[in-house]
């Protein structure tokens, strides 16, 4: 059995890289404790009301905000290597080729998300003073998770092109093939 993704030691197990596995790590901790608190809420609220016909007012906005903290772990998959992509193009290519590709995809994937986050920002200004309906937050207490992502999205990037990328799976599993 293979040890998960970022346990495995990379080409260039530089220590910047070590620093972002242990970062990526952490922040996999949190979301998965996260998502387990909202699932726990959930579970909470549906025995709340079938059980003992209550509610809990506010949780519906909890549980919403904790789901949306959440999704900014998916930078994660930067680092994995395990981001959404469409490799046709650059497999068929010779290795010194893809690899300015995949340099050039994750420059492209900071320079986007860098505008993310601007934009973000500003939004944020914009709107974020309203207050939510039933705990009275301010918006922008969940709306900060966008340019966090964002900016998480850019730092992991930024630690790939610095110490290389972990070839996809199946790229793995088409040189165990050819072995």
Do not use: K
Not at 18 to 41: D, K, Y
Not at 139 to 162: C, Y
């Amino acid at each position: 059995m293979n040890p998960p993704p970022l346990a495995q030691p990379m080409a260039e197990d530089t220590a910047l890289m070590r620093v972002m596995r242990r970062f990526a790590s952490l922040l996999e901790n949190l979301i998965a404790a996260l998502i387990a608190a909202v699932f726990l809420l959930c579970l909470a609220l549906v025995i709340l009301r079938y059980v003992f016909s209550i509610g809990f007012a506010g949780a519906e906005e909890v549980m919403r905000f904790l789901f949306v903290y959440s999704t900014a772990g998916a930078s994660v998959a930067i680092l994995r290597g395990e981001h959404i992509r469409i490799s046709v193009l650059v497999d068929a290519l010779p290795s010194a080729i893809a690899v300015w590709l995949n340099r050039l995809r994750h420059c492209l994937v900071m320079l986007f998300n860098g505008y993310l986050a601007w934009l973000s920002i500003s939004w944020i200004g914009q709107v974020g003073r309203f207050r939510s309906a039933v705990l009275d937050v301010p918006n922008w207490v969940v709306q900060i998770s966008v340019p966090i992502g964002a900016l998480l999205v850019i730092l992991f990037s930024l630690a790939v092109l610095m110490g290389g990328e972990r070839p996809s799976a199946q790229r793995e599993d088409a040189q165990e093939g050819q072995a």
